[in-house]
C-alpha cells in the first residue's frame, strides 16, 4: 500500500463520519456539566486535557499500540490479553457497553467493506470475529495494522479523534461557541502529541488507569434524569 493511500485511510479510520456511533457518546462529560464540575470553555478544556493526560495517554494509548503490535505480528494471544485488560478496566456499565459497541460497529463496518474495498477477506474476518467482546481499541488496532498504517499515526488520529468527540460533546452540552470549541481543539494539539510520546515510552508495568472523577461522572450518568448522550 502507498504512504497516499495509507494516509487517506487513515483520514477515513478518524473521520466523525465513521459509522461506529462515537458521537452518540460524552464519556461522563454530560454529568460533569449537570453537576456543574464543567460550566464553560476553560472547564471543558481543563476536563478534557485531564482525562487525555492522566487517563487515555497512560492507559488506553499504550494499549492501542500493543494492540497494532500484537494484530501486526498475527499475535492471536497478545491481542486477546489486551482486548481483555482493556475490558476490565471500564469503571461503568456506560463505558464498557460503550466500547463494545464501537467494536462490534467498526467489525461489522470491515467486514461488510469486503477485501475489495479495504476491508477483510473470509480469513481477517474470522480472526476478528473469534474474539467476543471486542473493545474498540481492538477493532480501531486491527484496522489501522490491515491497512499498514504506521503505529505512531494510527496513535495520534486516535487520539485525536477522541478529542474531537469530546469537544463535540462540550459543544452541545455545555454548550459552547464553534469558536471556543476550535480553541479547545488547538489546545489539545501539543497535549496529544505528548500523550503519543509518552504511551510509547511506557513498559507493561507502568500502565494505570486512575480517574475516579470520570468514573463517578460516568456512573451517576446511568441514571441522569435528562440526558443528549449515551454516556
Avoid at 474470522?126 to 499515526?153: M, N, T
Avoid at 452541545?172 to 470549541?181: D, W
Wanted: glycine share 6%.
Amino acid at each position: 500500500m502507498t504512504r497516499a493511500i495509507a494516509l487517506t485511510r487513515l483520514l477515513q479510520l478518524a473521520s466523525p463520519l465513521l459509522p461506529v456511533g462515537a458521537f452518540s457518546y460524552s464519556q461522563g462529560l454530560e454529568s460533569a456539566v449537570d453537576d456543574k464540575t464543567v460550566r464553560d470553555a476553560a472547564g471543558a478544556k481543563r476536563w478534557i486535557l485531564d482525562c487525555l493526560e492522566f487517563g487515555l495517554a497512560r492507559f488506553e494509548a499504550p494499549i492501542v499500540l500493543r494492540l497494532l503490535r500484537a494484530w501486526s505480528a498475527h499475535d492471536a494471544t497478545g491481542v486477546r490479553r489486551w482486548n481483555t485488560h482493556f475490558l476490565a478496566s471500564r469503571e461503568s456499565a456506560e463505558l464498557l457497553a460503550e466500547t463494545v459497541q464501537m467494536g462490534y460497529s467498526l467489525r461489522r463496518l470491515l467486514i461488510d467493506l469486503g477485501a475489495a474495498d479495504g476491508g477483510l477477506d473470509a480469513r481477517e474476518s474470522a480472526d476478528l470475529e473469534s474474539i467476543e467482546p471486542l473493545s474498540y481499541p481492538a477493532a480501531y488496532a486491527f484496522a489501522a495494522a490491515r491497512w499498514e498504517i504506521a503505529p505512531r499515526d494510527a496513535l495520534t488520529a486516535y487520539l485525536w479523534s477522541w478529542v474531537e468527540n469530546q469537544v463535540s460533546a462540550a459543544l452541545k452540552a455545555v454548550p459552547l461557541g464553534q469558536v471556543a470549541g476550535q480553541r479547545n481543539l488547538v489546545a489539545a494539539q501539543s497535549a496529544v502529541t505528548r500523550a503519543v510520546d509518552r504511551a510509547g515510552a511506557m513498559a507493561d508495568d507502568e500502565l494505570a488507569n486512575l480517574l475516579p472523577a470520570l468514573a463517578i461522572a460516568s456512573a451517576r450518568h446511568e441514571t441522569q434524569y435528562s440526558r443528549l448522550f449515551r454516556s
